[in-house]
């Protein structure tokens, strides 16, 4: 059996970029995150400004803006919060594409509603 990523799963159609220096409703959303370490990595942190279309197994088209991910971030268990901590830590550690890691997490939101 394969594992296959929730990215596999999903045809993103198009990635926007709104071409700001950094997604301005991200800073905004970062003050209310739960725990200090998401409110400073959110504040401090350059990401773009982009949207997804995912296109999900059942043919339902979703856009999903880069703020409403950092939003669900914030409203994630305990447990599937403390991994995403330690994900953004390994991640930005490793000078990695934490949008990549975002996009990631839009389809597993988009999976999951399905």
Same mark, same amino acid.
């Given at each position: 059996?394969q +594992?296959?990523?929730?990215?596999?799963? /999903? =045809?993103t159609?198009?990635?926007?970029?709104? *071409? #700001? $220096?950094?997604? $301005? $409703?991200?800073?905004? %959303?970062?003050?209310?995150?739960? #725990?200090? *370490?998401?409110? +400073?990595?959110?504040?401090?942190?350059?990401?773009p400004?982009?949207?997804?279309?995912?296109?999900?197994? #059942?043919?339902?088209?979703?856009?999903?803006?880069?703020? =409403?991910?950092?939003?669900? %971030?914030g409203q994630? #268990?305990?447990?599937?919060?403390?991994?995403?901590? +330690?994900?953004?830590?390994?991640? $930005?550690?490793?000078?990695?594409? =934490? %949008?990549? *890691?975002?996009h990631? /997490?839009?389809?597993? %939101?988009?999976?999951? +509603?399905?």
């Amino acid at each position: 059996m394969q +594992n296959s990523s929730p990215a596999q799963k /999903l =045809v993103t159609t198009q990635a926007t970029h709104t *071409y #700001s $220096d950094a997604c $301005d $409703d991200c800073k905004l %959303i970062a003050r209310k995150l739960p #725990s200090k *370490y998401l409110r +400073n990595f959110f504040a401090e942190k350059d990401i773009p400004e982009v949207s997804w279309e995912l296109l999900s197994p #059942s043919g339902v088209f979703h856009l999903m803006p880069v703020a =409403v991910v950092v939003e669900h %971030i914030g409203q994630a #268990s305990g447990a599937e919060r403390t991994s995403i901590e +330690n994900t953004l830590r390994q991640i $930005d550690f490793r000078n990695g594409k =934490v %949008i990549d *890691y975002l996009h990631h /997490l839009a389809c597993c %939101i988009v999976l999951a +509603n399905e």
